[in-house]
C-alpha cells in the first residue's frame, strides 16, 4: 500500500502503465484513440485509456492540460494519473473536466521512492483518500 | 490555507457575474494545488487555450464567451486552429476551419487582442523585466522568464484565461524572487568557438539542455558568443518542448545571470554537468529522424517567424527559385508579415515561391497534404513535435542548409562543423 496526496480526489481502478520518462500529452497522446503517440517515448504505442498511468510529471506544451480535456470528453483518458511532486498540469485537466463534464480523473502525487515501487501491469485501486494499493 | 481578498470572493460568490465565478473557482482549486497561501495581480496575460483541438476546448471557449466573460488585463492571444485567409490552399477541412475560426471568435469576444502568435514576446505585447504576467505556451513562457526576466509561473490551457478574466494568479513559484534560483549547473567544456556562432547552436543546445534539467531551473555557463534574440528564442522553444524549462539562466546573457552567485542566488548548485561537442553533436543527430535525402517540404518558423528572421532569408533566397517538387512554408504572424512587407523583405521570399501561413503553424492545424512525408526545419521545436504529430520524418539543419536544399529539392547539410572527427 502506497499513500499519495491527492491533488484531486477521485477512486480509480486499473492495470498500472508506468514509466520514469517525463510525457507531453500535446504531440504524446492521441485522444481519438487513447494512445500514446510521441516517438520518442519508452511507452510509444502504448494505449493508456482506461489506465493508471504513473508519469513523474508533464513536460512540454502547455497544451498538454486540452488534449487531456478532450481525451475525458471523448472517453479515452486515463483512469487516474500518479506523479512524483504535483503536476499542476494534470491536476487541472482533471478539474476543468469536472466543471465542464461532471467527470473528473485522481491525479495522486507521490513520493519518489513510492513511485519507484510502481510496476506496470499491476492492477491498482486509487481510493480517495490517496492511498494507492494492489488488488 | 488559502486567505482571499474581499475582491477575490466577491468573484467567487458571482458577485462579479458567472464568468469571473466560474474562472475564480477553477483558480482557488489550482491555488489549493499549488499550495498557495493567497492570490496575487498580475497586469498582462497571454492565452494558449486558442488552439483549437476539438470539441472540448471550442466548448470551454464558447461557455466562457456566452457567459460574458472578459479579460481583466492585456491578453495577447497564441496561435489559433487555422489560418483565416490561406486554410484552403491546405489541407484543412471546412468543417475544422469553421470550428477552429468560431473558437478564434469567442475568445477575441472576451477581449484578447488577436495577435495570433506563439511569439507574442516580439510583438508590441511584449512584457517588461519583472511585471507579473500569466502566460501560457511553453517557448513563450521561457523566454519572458528567462530572456525578458517578466515572472510567470508555467502556465497551461484552460488556466490562461482563468487568469486572465480575474486578473490573479495563486502566489507561487516563479511569480516569487526565492524560487527563480537556479538549481542545476551545465558547464560548456571546450565547445570551439565556431560551433557556438553556428546558427544551429542555440536549438541544439536548447534541446539537449530540456533533455538534462528535468523538473529543474538550469544554468548554462561558458557561453562565449553574445546570442541574438531569435538564437535565445529558439533555445528556449526547444528546451521547453525537450524537456519543462520554465525558466533558465544563460551567465552573462539572461537579465537574472550576471554572475553564477545571481543565478544561484548565492546557494549551490544541486548538479553541475558538463557539456562537451560530443553531447551536442549527439543532441543535434536526436532531432533528426529521416535518413535519406528525400524532402517534400522546408517548414521554418516555430516559434514563428519574426522580422529579422525573415531579413535573414531573403538575400539567401533572392533571385532564387524553390525546386518543384518541394513546397517552402514559413509559419508567422499577421504583424510580422506586415512588417515584411512594409521593409521590403516579403517580395524575394514570395518571389522564391514561399509561402507563408499565418495565426497558426502545422502542428496546430491539420494542414500538410498526406504526399508530405519528409521534412527539413532549422527549428528544433518543429523537429522535435512532427514525428509524433504529423507522422513525418524530419532533418534539422541550418537556414543555409534549408534554403540549399529546397533549391536542390533533395536533403543537403554542411556538416564541416558537426561531424564527428
Redesign the interface.
Known amino acids: 500500500m502506497i499513500a499519495g496526496r491527492a491533488?484531486?480526489a477521485g477512486e480509480a481502478e486499473g492495470e498500472a502503465l508506468v514509466t520514469s520518462d517525463?510525457l507531453?500529452f500535446?504531440?504524446?497522446y492521441d485522444?481519438h484513440t487513447g494512445e500514446i503517440?510521441?516517438?520518442?517515448h519508452p511507452l510509444?504505442g502504448v494505449r493508456a485509456a482506461g489506465r493508471i498511468l504513473a508519469v513523474p510529471?508533464?513536460?512540454?506544451?502547455?497544451?498538454?492540460?486540452?488534449?487531456l480535456?478532450?481525451a475525458?470528453?471523448?472517453g479515452t483518458a486515463p483512469a487516474a494519473i500518479l506523479t512524483t511532486?504535483?503536476d499542476?498540469?494534470f491536476?487541472?485537466?482533471s478539474?476543468?473536466a469536472d466543471?465542464?463534464y461532471g467527470k473528473s480523473f485522481p491525479v495522486i502525487a507521490l513520493e519518489a521512492a513510492d513511485f519507484a515501487l510502481l510496476r506496470s501491469g499491476e492492477r491498482l485501486v486509487v481510493e480517495r483518500s490517496g492511498l494507492i494499493r494492489t488488488k | 490555507m488559502l486567505q482571499l481578498t474581499d475582491r477575490d470572493r466577491s468573484m467567487l460568490n458571482g458577485d462579479r457575474g458567472p464568468a469571473p465565478q466560474l474562472a475564480m473557482s477553477i483558480l482557488v482549486r489550482m491555488a489549493d494545488v499549488y499550495g498557495a497561501g493567497e492570490l496575487m495581480d498580475i497586469s498582462q496575460a497571454h492565452v494558449d487555450s486558442t488552439i483549437y483541438l476539438g470539441d472540448a476546448t471550442l466548448e470551454f471557449a464558447e461557455r466562457l464567451a456566452s457567459l460574458g466573460a472578459r479579460v481583466a488585463v492585456p491578453t495577447s492571444s497564441n496561435v489559433s486552429g487555422v489560418d483565416e485567409c490561406g486554410w484552403r490552399d491546405w489541407a484543412v477541412s471546412p468543417e475544422w476551419a469553421a470550428k477552429a475560426a468560431r473558437q478564434m471568435l469567442a475568445y477575441e469576444r472576451m477581449g484578447a487582442v488577436p495577435t495570433w502568435t506563439c511569439a507574442p514576446y516580439q510583438t508590441n505585447m511584449r512584457p517588461s523585466f519583472g511585471q507579473q504576467i500569466a502566460w501560457g505556451e511553453s517557448n513563450a513562457i521561457a523566454f519572458a522568464n528567462s530572456v525578458i526576466g517578466a515572472r510567470t509561473e508555467r502556465y497551461p490551457d484552460l488556466l490562461d484565461i482563468c487568469c486572465a478574466i480575474t486578473g490573479r494568479v495563486p502566489a507561487i513559484g516563479l511569480h516569487l524572487t526565492e524560487h527563480r534560483a537556479g538549481q542545476m549547473l551545465l558547464q560548456l567544456v571546450d565547445v570551439p568557438l565556431a560551433l557556438q556562432q553556428d546558427d544551429q547552436f542555440f536549438a541544439v543546445l536548447g534541446h539537449l539542455v530540456g533533455t538534462l534539467a528535468g523538473d529543474r531551473i538550469p544554468v548554462i555557463d561558458a557561453v562565449v558568443v553574445q546570442p541574438a534574440e531569435d538564437e535565445l528564442k529558439a533555445f528556449a522553444a526547444a528546451a521547453s518542448s525537450s524537456g519543462r524549462v520554465a525558466l533558465f539562466h544563460m551567465i552573462g546573457v539572461t537579465p537574472e545571470a550576471p554572475t553564477l552567485e545571481a543565478a544561484f542566488q548565492g546557494r549551490a548548485p544541486e548538479q553541475t554537468i558538463a557539456i562537451t561537442t560530443a553531447e551536442l553533436r549527439a543532441a543535434r543527430a536526436e532531432l533528426t529522424t529521416a535518413d535519406g535525402r528525400e524532402l517534400d517540404m522546408v517548414i521554418l518558423g516555430s516559434p514563428h517567424f519574426s522580422l529579422a528572421e525573415l531579413s535573414r532569408l531573403a538575400p539567401l533566397v533572392a533571385g532564387r527559385h524553390v525546386h518543384p517538387r518541394v513546397k517552402f512554408l514559413v509559419t508567422s504572424s499577421r504583424l510580422m508579415k506586415e512588417r515584411a512587407h512594409d521593409t521590403g523583405v516579403l517580395a524575394p521570399i514570395a518571389a522564391f515561391g514561399a509561402q507563408i501561413t499565418l495565426d497558426t503553424c502545422i502542428l496546430a492545424s491539420p494542414m500538410l497534404p498526406p504526399e508530405i512525408k519528409t521534412l527539413m526545419t532549422n527549428s528544433a521545436k518543429y523537429a522535435y513535435y512532427a514525428p509524433s504529430l504529423l507522422n513525418t520524418r524530419v532533418t534539422f539543419g541550418s537556414l543555409a542548409d534549408c534554403v540549399r536544399s529546397a533549391i536542390e529539392g533533395r536533403v543537403v547539410r554542411d556538416e564541416s562543423l558537426w561531424q564527428t572527427a
Open positions: 491533488v484531486v517525463a507531453s500535446w504531440g504524446g485522444f503517440i510521441d516517438k520518442r510509444a510529471f508533464s513536460k512540454g506544451s502547455s497544451t498538454t492540460t486540452a488534449v480535456l478532450e475525458v470528453r471523448a511532486g504535483v499542476s498540469f491536476a487541472l485537466a478539474i476543468v466543471v465542464m
